[in-house]
């Protein structure tokens, strides 16, 4: 089973932009993993925010953008805002199985 | 309004078993892929697996870590999906989300707590 990596601690300032990432130990990160990507908030249930690489939901901030950089899938935050300081989970899809990264804590501070 | 609803969850020794349900509602239930994901106290989110539907004829997909242990079904009359769980180990507690995640569909329940102790 792959093992997924995630950037375990970052920090944003207020209105600026970060890039969490998201690796496997088996390769690069294609738009065959679908990724998603998740927010969780202390003592809150997951809130899915991007699903198959790059595509928001409908109640996703349009500040958060998902691509693939480097061999790895991005989550991008653009203009962060003290609301958005939380833990986020990658999600992929690896030979059928599904795994999840092990989360980064984002700080906006 | 999408809803899914768990429930089962509890105090269980280790060598019992557990079976979690799931309840949707607000979509048609029997189009779509079912997930149990689940969350250790401080930890973090771990995909236990999941059922397709039967346009993929009902394949269910399983971690390593619950592979022979845990077994997903799902009910389409009843719109509810379970994940039965044998052979508990203390490494089992935790809070059981059941969440509906494939392409537009990105929905989470509440979580049911399931605590392995003796």
């Known amino acids: 089973q792959a093992v997924v990596t995630q950037e375990p601690s970052l920090t944003v300032s207020p209105g600026g932009t970060v890039t969490l990432t998201c690796g496997s130990s088996t390769g690069a990160v294609t738009s065959d993993h679908f990724p998603y990507w998740f927010q969780q908030k202390p003592g809150q249930v997951p809130r899915t925010l991007i699903y198959d690489t790059s595509n928001r939901h409908s109640w996703t901030p349009a500040r958060f953008s998902g691509s693939l950089l480097g061999g790895k899938a991005a989550l991008t935050l653009s203009g962060a805002q003290p609301d958005d300081e939380a833990d986020y989970y990658c999600l992929l899809s690896c030979s059928g199985a599904r795994v999840f990264g092990g989360g980064t804590k984002l700080t906006v501070l | 309004e999408v809803q899914l609803v768990e429930s089962g969850g509890g105090l269980v020794q280790p060598g019992g078993s557990l079976r979690l349900s799931c309840a949707a509602s607000?979509?048609?239930?029997?189009?779509?892929?079912m997930d149990w994901v689940r969350q250790a106290p401080g930890k973090g989110l771990e995909w236990v697996g999941r059922?397709?539907?039967?346009?993929?004829?009902?394949?269910?997909e399983y971690a390593a870590s619950v592979k022979g242990r845990f077994t997903i079904s799902r009910d389409d009359s009843k719109n509810s999906v379970y994940l039965h769980m044998n052979s508990l180990k203390i490494e089992d507690t935790a809070v059981y989300y059941c969440?509906?995640?494939?392409?537009?569909?990105?929905?989470w329940g509440q979580g049911t707590l399931v605590t392995v102790s003796s």
């Open positions: 607000g979509f048609t239930f029997s189009d779509h892929f």
């Open positions: 969440a509906m995640i494939r392409g537009v569909m990105g929905y």
């Open positions: 059922t397709k539907n039967k346009a993929y004829n009902y394949i269910t």
